[in-house]
T-cell receptor, first 114, second 111 residues
Framework: QKEVEQDPGPLSVPEGAIVSLNCTYS??????FMWYRQYSRKGPELLMY????GNKEDGRFTAQVDKSSKYISLFIRDSQPSDSATYLC??????????????FGQGTILTVHP | DTAVSQTPKYLVTQMGNDKSIKCEQN?????MYWYKQDSKKFLKIMFS???????INETVPNRFSPKSPDKAHLNLHINSLELGDSAVYFC??????????FGPGTRLTVL
């Protein structure tokens, strides 16, 4: 079983839809949770960065972390064709011998069609 | 003013050759990383350096040798390339163990 599970999709939605992306994890030591967006043939771009449980909002993006359920989500409101990309969740415990090590989910391929 | 840059962008080579990939960051970060992304887009850490000191060395074949000449640079040298080394290699950097910023990637194809 992988430490971080993410449904690879693909996910196809119409423009303007609300998109929900999710990851589950097994390592209770994870404290930092990130979402990256990766366009085709580009490097991952950091979208959201959260510590511990709770919600964080940035424009059309909302990240949620539920440590008790070991479950994180990314919501995209009013989705646009420019949001079409692969979305990667990543986690870290940021301590000890795992200093800075990010463990990634497999990524979800999202297509927003006009 | 690219934050994290890598060279080359594409690398096509024959099995058995030795090649290097270079990474530079101008963010003033003290920690740098190498990640490998396979054909299924799965990203996995290979190495990390903090202030030029090796911190993380995942179970990577010893044909892969990272070198950090200074805090702004982290190079990856690969000996005796194999078909299975074909992947996209990403460099990243962060301040301590914080937010990581990725480079554009180097697409390595071993024939």
């Amino acid at each position: 079983q992988k430490e971080v599970e993410q449904d690879p999709g693909p996910l196809s939605v119409p423009e303007g839809a609300i998109v929900s992306l999710n990851c589950t994890y097994s390592n209770s030591a994870f404290q930092y949770f990130m979402w990256y967006r990766q366009y085709s043939r580009k490097g991952p771009e950091l979208l959201m960065y959260t510590y511990s449980s709770g919600n964080k909002e940035d424009g059309r993006f909302t990240a949620q972390v539920d440590k008790s359920s070991k479950y994180i989500s990314l919501f995209i409101r009013d989705s646009q064709p420019s949001d079409s990309a692969t979305y990667l969740c990543a986690m870290s415990d940021a301590g000890g011998t795992s200093y800075g090590k990010l463990t990634f989910g497999q990524g979800t391929i999202l297509t927003v069609h006009p | 003013d690219t934050a994290v840059s890598q060279t080359p962008k594409y690398l096509v080579t024959q099995m058995g050759n030795d090649k290097s990939i270079k990474c530079e960051q101008n963010l003033g970060h003290d920690t740098m990383y190498w990640y490998k992304q396979d054909s299924k887009k799965f990203l996995k850490i290979m190495f990390s350096y903090n202030n030029k000191e090796l911190i993380i060395n995942e179970t990577v074949p010893n044909r892969f040798s990272p070198k950090s000449p200074d805090k702004a640079h982290l190079n990856l040298h690969i000996n005796s390339l194999e078909l299975g080394d074909s992947a996209v290699y990403f460099c990243a950097s962060s301040l301590s163990a914080g937010r990581q910023f990725f480079g554009p990637g180097t697409r390595l194809t071993v024939l």
